[in-house]
Structures are given as structure tokens and as C-alpha cells.
């Protein structure tokens, strides 16, 4: 595998893992209300694929960073992923508090990854 693939794959697999994972935690909020159990054996079937893609995406990664570059990273995806899916998918509304709250926490993750 090329040293480019390695450093920009496992962040286009975290990506589409935290789509899978964002949905399978908050997509049975939306619409009719579902049996718990039926929400959660949904969501552990949404939640496969998040698993094949984020373990391959964390070994191909810890070829090129560290653990804490790659959790941070994640963390950071997640945000975005989340917000983009409650405010397009869920129709929230995106708070200022919310995106200051996240910024902040965009800062102790840019500390952990730029400043090795």
C-alpha cells in the first residue's frame, strides 16, 4: 500500500464508519417511535459495517500515527457526522453553544494531533 493510501484511508474509513455508527445510535429517534428491542438489534446491524470499516481504518492508520492522532481524529469526524445528522436528518436545529462546545473540543484535538 502507497505511504498517500495510508494517510488519507484511514480518515475516508472513519468517515463512512461514523456515518454507519452516528445512525445506528440516533436514527430510531426520528419518525415513529420502535420497540427497544427492535431499535437495538437494528442498530447492531447498522453497526457492522461501522465495525469493518473502523478496525481495518485504525490498523492501516497506526501505520502512520499514533493512537491518540487517530482517536482525536475520529472524535473530530464524529462531531461533524453528528451535527450534520441531527440538524439534516433529525431536523434540529444547531445551537451556537453547541458548535463553541465543539470547537473547543476541535482545539484539544488539534494538540494532540499537530503538536506530537
Same mark, same amino acid.
Given at each position: 500500500?502507497?505511504?498517500?493510501?495510508?494517510? #488519507?484511508?484511514?480518515?475516508?474509513?472513519?468517515?463512512?464508519?461514523?456515518?454507519?455508527?452516528?445512525?445506528?445510535?440516533?436514527?430510531?429517534?426520528?419518525?415513529?417511535?420502535?420497540?427497544?428491542?427492535?431499535?437495538? #438489534?437494528?442498530?447492531?446491524?447498522?453497526?457492522?459495517?461501522?465495525?469493518?470499516?473502523?478496525?481495518?481504518?485504525?490498523?492501516?492508520?497506526?501505520?502512520?500515527?499514533?493512537?491518540?492522532?487517530?482517536?482525536?481524529?475520529?472524535?473530530?469526524?464524529?462531531? #461533524?457526522?453528528?451535527?450534520?445528522?441531527?440538524? !439534516?436528518?433529525?431536523?434540529?436545529?444547531?445551537?451556537?453553544?453547541?458548535?463553541?462546545? !465543539?470547537?473547543?473540543? !476541535?482545539?484539544?484535538?488539534?494538540?494532540?494531533?499537530?503538536?506530537?
Amino acid at each position: 500500500m502507497s505511504p498517500l493510501v495510508m494517510k #488519507i484511508a484511514p480518515w475516508l474509513m472513519l468517515v463512512m464508519s461514523n456515518m454507519f455508527m452516528t445512525f445506528a445510535w440516533y436514527g430510531h429517534l426520528k419518525g415513529k417511535p420502535m420497540a427497544l428491542p427492535v431499535a437495538i #438489534i437494528s442498530s447492531w446491524l447498522i453497526a457492522l459495517p461501522e465495525y469493518l470499516l473502523a478496525v481495518p481504518a485504525n490498523r492501516i492508520g497506526h501505520n502512520v500515527y499514533s493512537t491518540a492522532q487517530l482517536k482525536t481524529g475520529q472524535e473530530a469526524i464524529t462531531l #461533524i457526522v453528528f451535527t450534520l445528522f441531527s440538524y !439534516f436528518y433529525l431536523g434540529e436545529a444547531v445551537k451556537w453553544t453547541t458548535l463553541l462546545g !465543539f470547537g473547543l473540543i !476541535f482545539c484539544g484535538a488539534a494538540l494532540v494531533f499537530f503538536f506530537k
